[in-house]
């Protein structure tokens, strides 16, 4: 089995243009499609969100099936969140089969976009650190990232989006105040938006022992992120898959996060139920002086593994289709 990206971006009909030349693909995986929808003005983005489910429907007119693997039931942060929702439920009634990461996240997308279950396939997400390699001992972490090696750490990891909550972290984190003790916070990543960086970066400079390092953070450096840390937080406002959390489990690391289905049902996983400071402050010092202990998920279910699945939904499509054609 082989799989091809297409390339550039065609007018008018950008999908079924790419496709449709022979040779044509027996499969189409959709994994990201919202980028076909462009233009965050209202108008222009319900224009385009029309525009690419008619464009794929003459895609299986022309007797290619279409799986997608739901990332996200809707853009997160989304300036047009009803046209999304149409667009997703639109979009999912339209595919052969849907691929979600976890029994959590199939039934979000039963409940939220009305598919059914049997529409739907699981299969979970890989291991990351597989790409970033193994983590260092937690002093030479701390040591490479300046940090005191007897300092409890909590750390925040990933792309900064309003979504995530980092300044509901950060507000949660000034009301511990003497609570803290010796504490240490982390903010590391990067924030597209430079004005919401700012803010954020504003909104730290007030609160003692946080620490802020908001940039891309190169593939070799994230495992000594990892290891240096004792606690990783995420306060999101929704999660269907989450990456942090998976990279986290890769690597050992104790999550506290909000109860979403992004995060249900993993291990080394605490859920703090709502982000007031009260509450999400709550979680973090009791997270931080629980004995937990560090225990790597990675490699229980390897892509090789994780390939065949996909290669079995696909198959299946394909018997479906041949099916269809000869009856």
């Not at 209202?42 to 279409?66: K, Q």
């Amino acid at each position: 089995m082989e799989c091809f990206f297409p390339q550039g971006y065609r007018r008018g009909l950008p999908i079924s243009r790419a496709l449709l030349p022979k040779p044509r693909p027996d499969v189409l995986h959709l994994h990201w499609p919202t980028p076909y929808l462009r233009d965050p003005r209202l108008f222009w983005r319900g224009l385009y969100s029309a525009r690419t489910i008619a464009d794929l429907a003459i895609v299986r007119v022309a007797g290619i099936p279409i799986v997608w693997t739901v990332h996200n039931l809707i853009t997160h942060d989304a300036k047009a969140p009803k046209i999304e929702w149409w667009f997703s439920r639109r979009l999912a009634r339209q595919v052969d089969r849907l691929i979600v990461h976890s029994e959590a996240a199939r039934d979000a997308v039963v409940e939220e976009l009305g598919v059914a279950p049997e529409k739907t396939s699981v299969i979970p997400h890989g291991p990351l650190a597989d790409a970033y390699g193994a983590a260092p001992d937690r002093n030479e972490a701390r040591d490479a990232l300046g940090l005191p090696r007897d300092v409890p750490v909590a750390l925040f990891f990933g792309m900064i989006r309003p979504y995530k909550g980092v300044p509901e972290l950060l507000r949660a984190w000034d009301a511990l105040g003497d609570r803290r003790g010796d504490a240490v916070l982390r903010i590391v990543g990067s924030a597209l938006d430079p004005q919401y960086a700012a803010q954020i970066a504003d909104l730290a400079a007030e609160i003692p022992s946080v620490q802020v390092d908001l940039r891309f953070v190169p593939d070799e450096e994230v495992p000594v992120q990892m290891a240096a840390a004792d606690l990783l937080v995420l306060p999101f406002a929704q999660s269907l898959t989450s990456g942090s959390v998976h990279l986290a489990q890769d690597y050992g690391l104790p999550v506290l996060a909000s109860r979403l289905p992004g995060t249900a049902g993993l291990p080394n996983v605490t859920y703090v139920d709502g982000t007031a400071p009260d509450v999400l402050g709550k979680g973090i010092m009791a997270a931080l002086s629980s004995e937990a202990t560090r225990s790597s998920t990675m490699g229980t279910i390897p892509w090789p593994s994780i390939a065949e699945l996909h290669k079995e939904v696909f198959s299946s499509m394909l018997s479906s289709s041949n099916q269809t054609e000869l009856t």
